[in-house]
């Protein structure tokens, strides 16, 4: 009797061990590795702030949608495209010193759908000379988990 209750014990033992978890996209929470989309919008000013201030435009712009579809208006004027707007980015701001010290205050994310926000914010740049700021409108799409500007309007306050 003692040996069956041994081999009872050892399949059991072996059955809960070989249970494996089946984890789907809702279980994240459960585990609290949950990123919200506020959180994951926010990531992407976090990570554009970033690549400005360490002199990479490119990398800047990789919160930006690669669409000619983008819309970039500021100063007057709207550029239409991401590499536009890439070229307008490496025109205005041709060597660190213009670049500056990018910081965003201010902080606003609305979400309007699954996948669509507006983010409102302030920006200002510090120079050794001046200190440009201004607000700026972004709106974001998600494509695939992956939110992205797909229209940016910013305005100066001068500096």
Not at 10 to 28: G, K, Y
Not at 33 to 49: F, G, P, R
Not at 73 to 95: E, I, M
């Amino acid at each position: 009797m003692q040996l069956k209750s041994i081999w009872v014990s050892l399949a059991l033992a072996l059955s809960v061990t070989a249970c494996s978890v089946n984890l789907n996209i809702n279980d994240t929470q459960l585990l609290g590795d949950y990123v919200s989309e506020e959180e994951q919008i926010l990531s992407v000013l976090t990570t554009q702030q970033a690549a400005w201030n360490t002199g990479d435009i490119d990398g800047f712009m990789e919160g930006y949608w690669v669409s000619p579809d983008l819309r970039f208006a500021s100063g007057g004027s709207v550029t239409s495209g991401w590499q536009a707007t890439l070229d307008r980015y490496k025109t205005n701001y041709s060597d660190r010193s213009l670049m500056g010290s990018l910081s965003f205050d201010e902080l606003e994310v609305a979400l309007l759908s699954d996948d669509a926000a507006v983010v409102h914010g302030a920006w200002a740049l510090e120079r050794a000379d001046d200190r440009p700021s201004g607000l700026f409108t972004l709106v974001f799409r998600k494509f695939s988990d992956e939110w992205k500007i797909v229209s940016d309007t910013t305005t100066s306050a001068g500096g």
